[in-house]
């Protein structure tokens, strides 16, 4: 059950929490659904029940603290802290050293549940990036929560083993509470996928990539430009100039682009392509090639490199220059596209345990090989969605977000697919006003689409900066997020299941979300 649902019409749950007092305990799960007068005002909500028995719980924490990023004085951040309630201890698993949130570690059809507590000093609400969730366990930003109040969640693991993460999703302050450190990995795995003998322990590494600003005194630096914030010092797992130790062996790189609004063009030095096993929603069905690749914010890439080719040596992962990446932004020193070092690898001579694997095609039958077969042609689209600047705010179809707004073209049926097609142009054509247009990595909550095809900028200059990242694009599997440079046109197939609701699809350059590039969908039964 979930306490922050819909308003009941004369009291608003948060008048509720205050005049009945409840704390974390008081907020103990089925409290409020057990009074007529709650069930009465949550008849809709779906994947309710005041028999929800998790499998394991969780106390989470968005608090303030201070962490050690460069040196001399600490770094004033915020964080998330997990701790296990109940069920498999290994389900948190801190990172040391670092503002990031714990990894969490959930298994398909594990039932969850997390008492999350507002220790900050404004509203704030948990958003689990790419699960399929009920809407009441979805994170919008109408469910915020104040300082000192829980909001409790509970949903079933429904998605395939992969890489998602949890973020904020406040209104018009995600980026900043981002920016100040609250993100965290979920990482679900499972038998089947244990099965397949990819790289385990530690080699199945995770890196989270974010670019960060600091004044002297080594605190964050935060402003919010039309471009969205860039910073101009890039931390992997929230640590600069990282050197990552690994042995001549195959790993599993896990990367997520976890920065607000910068595109990371990934490569290596001597061109070594990526043999990517993974995307947003989990893995291929086979392994595809890649000569870098293209990461928006909020994307996943999932890796298998072998590092015996570099036995000895010491490489970095770079990210290479691209163009287009945008106008006015904050990045000053390192703009949106320009190259850098992300981080460090050292590899060592020998491997202390051999290479146990083995070639890993056919990665996975099922749903992820049909989708891959599906059609790919250019299709009629059910929906389009425009995205263009407007009286000087980005938008979608021109509207910007407002807490409760569903469009009628904004109401789809539960049950049903469809596509939608995502158009990166002023209307009217032409590069838009805004130096040529600006990159948009469009993400939908509840569910992982597959792409169903782009085409690229029809605009001379807009096309010319299309092809400085297009061959570092994977859209092949199941995908939560996906970018769109200036003059793109992108096309996504939906399924709208299990869940009716209000539910968000946004830019998620977070700058251009907090701005209002974002809207309500809803899906009715
Ligand atoms: Cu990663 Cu609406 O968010
Ligand atoms: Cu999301
Ligand atoms: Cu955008």
Redesign the pocket.
Known sequence: MHQKLSRPSSLNRRQFLRLTGLGVLGLMAGSLLKTPAARASTPTLPGLSSTFTPDVELALTAEPGQVSILPGQPTTVWRYRAEVLSGPADTVQPIPDTYLGPILRFKPGQKVRVRFTNRLSEETIV?W?GLHVPEAADGHPRLAIAPGETYIYEYEIMDRPGMYWY?P?PHGRTGPQAYMGLAGLIIISDESEQALGLPSGDRDLPLVIQDRQFDANNQLIYSTPMAGFLGDRILVNGRPELIQTVEPATYRLRILNGSNARIYKLAWPDNTPFTVIGTDGGLLDAPVQRPYITLGP?ERIDLLVDFSRWAGQTLSLRSLAFSGGGFMGGGGALPNGAAFDVLRFQVSEDAATPMPYKTFVPLMSGPVAAARRADRAWVQADRTFQLYMQFGQWTINGRTFQMEAVAPDEIVKLGTEEVWEFVNQQPGGGGGGMGGGMPHPM?I?GLQFQVVGRQPPTNTQQRANWETVKDGYVDDGWKDTILLMAGERVQVRLRFEDFTGLY?Y?C?NLEH?DMGMMRNYKIVA
Do not use: G
Request: hydrophobic fraction near 20%.
């Open positions: 958003h990036h973020h999703h909020a993400h909550h968000l946004h998620h979300e």
